[in-house]
């Protein structure tokens, strides 16, 4: 499956950005769906996952509250609605894509990966 991010762009800190994930090749139903991002000489980290039925989402601790991911199969689109922006989550977004089990939060769990869409948080 191919991924593709969109959405990203520049914005002043307390702003928000709604970044896409659209699948192509083939539909995302029963992939569990993720977002991770990498900021400049950091490693890639994980930011939100959403399992395969919708039913269980994750988050990480520095986003919990002020982001939120859903999925629409009909339209093989996973969503990642970022409020309440701070300038340390300037960062490369990367959709990722699992079949198989493990943790969410962790980065071996994915199969398929997306390009990245840059967001840029001014202060």
């Known amino acids: 499956v191919q991924l593709v991010e969109s959405g990203g762009g520049l914005v002043q800190a307390g702003g928000s950005l709604r970044l896409s994930c659209a699948a192509s090749?083939?539909?995302?139903?029963?992939?569990?769906m993720g977002w991770f991002r990498q900021a400049p000489g950091k490693e890639r980290e994980f930011v939100a996952a959403?399992?395969?039925?919708?039913?269980?989402?994750y988050y990480a601790d520095s986003v919990k509250g002020r982001f939120t991911i859903s999925r629409d199969d009909a339209k093989n689109l996973v969503i990642l609605q970022m409020n309440s922006l701070k300038p340390e989550d300037t960062a490369v977004y990367y959709c990722?894509?699992?079949?198989?089990?493990?943790?969410?939060?962790?980065?071996?769990?994915?199969?398929?990966w997306g390009q990245g869409t840059q967001v840029t948080v001014s202060s």
């Open positions: 990722a894509a699992r079949v198989a089990s493990g943790s969410y939060y962790s980065l071996q769990s994915y199969d398929y």
């Open positions: 959403i399992s395969w039925s919708g039913a269980g989402t």
């Open positions: 090749g083939r539909t995302f139903i029963g992939y569990g």
